[in-house]
C-alpha cells in the first residue's frame, strides 16, 4: 500500500471544518472522492425527482426530454465551478448568481429547495460508507454541511438549519412524508435513466438498464413506477463497487485534480462561458 495515499487525509484531519471547509471539499471533490462524488450526486439528482412538485416543475420546462445532456453538463458545470473556485470567488459567484437568476423564472417552494441543497451534503456521504476507498473522516463530513449552508445562504434558501444532524433529520423526515409515485417523476426519472444508458454503446443499454435501478433504493423505485431488481443483481453491483474500493487503496494518490469541468464535456468540446449555461429565456 502506497504510504502516501493518505497524505490529502492527514492534511484535512489538521483543518477547521468550520473556517476551511471550501478547502476541504475542494480536496475531497478534485483529490479524494471526485469519481464517488460525481455518481452519488447523480443519485442525489434523481431523489429530488422523487418529489412530484419538484419533478412537475421539471418535466414543464421539457429540457430533459429535449436535451437530457446540456441540461445534465449545465447543471454539473454550475456545481463544480463554486465547489472547485470556491463560491466567494470571481467563478463561484458568477456561477451561483446565474444559478440563481435561472431559478427565479420558476417558482420554487423554500421546503424544496432546502430539501435539494441537503442532498448534496449527504447522499456523498452515504454512498462513501457504502463504497468509499476509506471512510470520511469527521472534518470531511462536516465541511461539506458547512461549505453547502454557505452556499445554501447565498441561494437565498431559508430556515436552513444550524447543525449537521439537524439538515440530517430533514433530509430523512422530508423522504418519508414527499416521495410518492407521479406520471411526472417517471418521465423525468426515465429521461435521466436514459441519458445515462446513452453513455454506453447502444447494444449495453438494456442489460444495463437494470443495473441503474440497483443504484436507487426501495422507495425511489417506487416514486419512479421502476421494477425493482434481482437481489442477485443488487448483491453483484454492490460487491463490485465495494472491490474497487478496496483495489483504489492500493493505488498511488492522485497528484492532479480531477474535476468534472477540467475536460470537454459533451456539450461543450469547445469550451463554456458560465453566463450561457442553462434554459434559454423565453422572450
Keep these: 500500500m502506497h504510504f502516501y495515499r493518505y497524505d490529502n487525509l492527514r492534511r ?3 483543518l477547521d471544518p468550520i473556517q476551511d471547509h471550501c478547502q476541504i471539499y475542494h480536496l475531497m471533490l ?3 472522492f471526485p469519481w464517488d462524488i460525481t455518481r452519488a450526486d447523480e443519485i442525489a439528482l434523481m431523489k429530488t425527482y422523487c418529489v412530484p412538485s419538484i419533478s412537475k416543475l421539471l418535466d414543464k420546462t421539457g429540457e430533459f426530454h429535449k436535451r437530457p445532456q446540456k441540461r445534465y453538463d449545465d447543471t454539473a458545470i454550475i456545481v463544480v465551478e463554486f465547489c472547485k473556485w470556491g463560491y466567494d470567488s470571481e467563478r463561484g459567484r458568477e456561477a451561483i448568481e446565474h444559478m440563481n437568476a435561472i431559478h427565479s423564472r420558476f417558482k420554487i417552494d423554500n421546503a424544496d429547495f432546502l430539501y435539494v441543497l441537503s442532498t448534496f451534503i449527504y447522499e456523498p456521504i452515504r454512498w462513501n460508507a457504502r463504497f468509499g476507498w476509506r471512510l470520511m473522516c469527521e472534518q470531511e463530513r462536516l465541511a461539506s454541511f458547512y461549505f453547502w449552508r454557505e452556499v445554501g445562504k447565498r441561494m437565498h434558501i431559508e430556515n436552513i438549519p444550524e447543525t449537521y444532524e439537524e439538515l440530517e433529520q430533514y433530509n430523512l423526515d422530508y423522504e418519508r ?3 410518492q409515485y407521479s406520471d411526472t417523476n417517471r418521465r423525468v426519472g426515465e429521461a435521466t ?3 445515462f444508458l446513452s453513455w454506453f454503446p447502444k447494444w449495453m443499454e ?3 438498464k437494470p443495473v441503474v435501478y440497483t443504484l436507487l433504493d426501495d422507495t425511489m423505485l417506487d416514486a419512479f413506477g421502476f421494477e425493482h431488481p434481482s437481489q442477485l443483481l443488487c448483491w453483484g453491483v454492490e460487491t463490485t463497487l465495494k472491490l474497487r474500493g478496496h483495489v483504489l487503496r492500493f493505488l498511488p ?3 492532479q ?7 470537454p464535456t459533451r456539450s461543450y468540446p469547445s469550451g463554456y462561458e458560465i453566463a450561457n449555461l442553462g434554459p434559454a429565456e423565453k422572450s
Design 257 to 263: 485534480p480531477n474535476f468534472f469541468i477540467d475536460s
Design 30 to 32: 478534485g483529490y479524494e
Design 12 to 14: 484535512i484531519q489538521q
Design 206 to 208: 438494456s442489460p444495463l
Design 253 to 255: 494518490p492522485r497528484k
Design 193 to 195: 435513466r436514459d441519458l
Design 177 to 179: 412524508s414527499h416521495f
